[in-house]
């Protein structure tokens, strides 16, 4: 229920309305996924019951490093730019105009420097009527077409259980150039020992990250004012509980540590 009201929660704030009729037989899951599709969102089995997941801000809940990817697992992939759609034709049924098949466009920036539209692609969407709401959905797929540029893939055991569809996860690998990662060997209530070293300059502000043994995500400032390599950190502030060994880390320039995916 709480996922659902969050869901309707959202699409009240995001002005998403959805007006539909089902008159052609269909299987359950397309039905349902054609009509959350307005609402930017879908339904998603979790063990006997069913839950929502949805397009809204999360925080962080879960990070992978080089101490719990697979070695050799991971991949990066950046989706071509040439190949990117400069202008979105969203198909909807207008009720001004007794429900008849309408069409609105949303150009990306830039597209006038372009000799004609090149790469347009087509959406229709069943539930949306009016044409304030389907310009409003064509300019927001045309941001997803913007910026939704790389895909990352790897591999974990038994750690990836706690995430389901939608979270929001932190990764840190050294083939981008993220941040360092790996496992804590030991810690106290203001230090941690990592299992390799790592390089702090004076002047430079660092944090880490660590995902506790309940999948808690916690951070702290690291202390340094001169230049090293160690495995012993110091944190600017004391652990609730200090971590325990082989909870996972990721160490780097504050804030940079993981990138969000």
């Not at 929502?52 to 999360?58: C, R, S």
């Not at 990070?63 to 991949?75: L, P, V």
């Not at 325990?244 to 990138?259: M, T």
Request: net charge negative.
């Amino acid at each position: 229920y709480d996922d659902f009201k969050a869901w309707a929660d959202k699409c009240d704030e995001n002005k998403l309305e959805i007006n539909i009729a089902f008159n052609l037989a269909q299987k359950k899951p397309d039905a349902v996924a054609s009509a959350a599709l307005v609402g930017r969102g879908n339904a998603i089995t979790r063990g006997t019951k069913v839950g929502a997941v949805f397009d809204a801000p999360a925080e962080m809940g879960q990070i992978f490093t080089m101490g719990n990817i697979k070695a050799g697992s991971f991949k990066q992939k950046f989706l071509s730019l040439t190949d990117r759609a400069n202008v979105i034709e969203l198909s909807y049924y207008d009720k001004e105009r007794n429900y008849q098949s309408e069409t609105v466009r949303s150009y990306s920036r830039g597209w006038e420097k372009i000799k004609g539209i090149n790469n347009p692609t087509q959406i229709r969407y069943e539930g949306i009527t009016s044409r304030e709401q389907a310009c409003r959905e064509a300019a927001y797929q045309g941001r997803k077409n913007k910026y939704e540029i790389c895909i990352i893939n790897f591999d974990v055991l038994y750690e990836a259980i706690s995430c389901q569809v939608g979270d929001v996860v932190g990764v840190q690998h050294e083939l981008p150039d993220i941040g360092t990662g790996g496992r804590i060997v030991s810690a106290t209530e203001t230090t941690v020992t990592l299992d390799n070293k790592v390089f702090l300059e004076p002047g430079k502000e660092y944090g880490i990250l660590i995902r506790l043994i309940d999948d808690t995500v916690i951070s702290r400032d690291v202390v340094t004012d001169i230049e090293i390599e160690t495995d012993v950190l110091t944190v600017s502030e004391p652990f609730d509980v200090p971590p325990n060994q082989f909870d996972v880390w990721a160490f780097g320039i504050k804030n940079k540590a993981v990138r969000p995916f």
